[in-house]
């Protein structure tokens, strides 16, 4: 079984040079968002996933539900910025805006894995 952690670690060394391309700086953004999303999914075992886009927003709500508040908004703002890194390229995605992100959400990711 896949392990979504990986996905976190590969974020993590795609923006682990001192130059990184825009492209690892996307990429980065979007695999940190699922490492996030699919660990909190998968430690809800009650949460039954339909396995399409409306999980997303699904999973947000089903935390706030259980006042889970803080590791909603911290899926929220990972979502927003791989939305932005995947879907508008007309706005730059930076390494310092990636790392930024990351940063503020690595605690509620790290709670993310002992949710229950």
Same mark, same amino acid.
């Given at each position: 079984m896949f392990n979504p952690d990986d996905f976190w670690q590969l974020a993590v060394s795609l923006l682990g040079q001192e130059s990184v391309p825009e492209s690892h700086c996307r990429t980065a953004a979007s695999r940190a968002y699922y490492?996030?999303? #699919?660990? /909190?999914?998968?430690?809800m075992p009650s949460f039954q996933p339909q396995h399409n886009a409306a999980d997303h927003g699904r999973v947000m709500a089903e935390l706030r539900r259980r006042n889970r508040g $803080? #590791?909603? &908004?911290a899926l929220r703002r990972l979502r927003t910025?791989? &939305?932005? $890194?995947?879907?508008?390229l007309g706005?730059? /995605?930076?390494?310092?805006? /990636?790392?930024r992100i990351m940063t503020l959400t690595a605690v509620q990711y790290q709670n993310a894995?002992?949710?229950r």
């Amino acid at each position: 079984m896949f392990n979504p952690d990986d996905f976190w670690q590969l974020a993590v060394s795609l923006l682990g040079q001192e130059s990184v391309p825009e492209s690892h700086c996307r990429t980065a953004a979007s695999r940190a968002y699922y490492a996030f999303f #699919l660990t /909190v999914r998968d430690q809800m075992p009650s949460f039954q996933p339909q396995h399409n886009a409306a999980d997303h927003g699904r999973v947000m709500a089903e935390l706030r539900r259980r006042n889970r508040g $803080a #590791l909603a &908004e911290a899926l929220r703002r990972l979502r927003t910025m791989r &939305e932005t $890194a995947d879907y508008n390229l007309g706005v730059s /995605v930076t390494q310092f805006q /990636v790392d930024r992100i990351m940063t503020l959400t690595a605690v509620q990711y790290q709670n993310a894995k002992r949710l229950r």
